[in-house]
């Protein structure tokens, strides 16, 4: 069944689970496309940021629409602004952040995410100094 051609603005669009501060909308929502590709307009805020996590089955390209920011993929830095274009493989550790001003960019991603997230997982941590005077870590 075909969907119907719209248009709308981004702020028809709910806002997203996100990191506190970040505006994330899934705009592909009801489209002809979502059931293959999420598209999602992405703001965050000056001094904020989307923590280091990576995609298990997603192809990512994100194009910056406003401002500059600072995005780490794969353990490169990268300073990025309004044109750049940056893309992301599968499984790659990727975050974003702001510096003084606010930073947005379209997000595509291809399957569509639907909770595809991998956060790097912490360290284990020593429970007891003897084990850690002896070099065990105990769990």
């Known amino acids: 069944m ?3 051609a719209w ?10 689970d996100a990191p506190k501060g970040i505006s994330y909308k899934t705009v592909s929502s009801g489209s002809n496309l979502g059931h293959r590709v999420e598209v999602d307009y992405v703001r965050v ?3 904020k940021g989307i923590p280091m996590h990576a995609h298990k089955h ?8 406003a401002g500059r920011g600072r995005v780490e993929v794969n353990g490169e830095g990268y300073s990025v602004r309004t044109g750049d274009v940056i893309n992301i493989p599968k499984g790659v550790y990727h975050e974003f952040r702001a510096g003084d ?3 947005a960019f379209i997000s595509i991603q291809s399957p569509p995410i639907r909770n595809d997230y991998l956060f790097r997982p912490k360290p284990k941590t ?4 003897r084990a850690a005077r002896v070099g065990r870590v105990t769990s």
């Open 7 to 16: 248009v709308k603005s981004q702020k028809d669009f709910p806002i997203s």
């Open 58 to 65: 997603a192809e990512t390209l994100c194009v910056v629409i």
């Open 101 to 103: 001003n606010r930073f």
């Open 2 to 4: 075909a969907i119907k």
């Open 45 to 47: 805020p000056k001094l």
């Open 126 to 129: 020593v429970k007891n100094r």
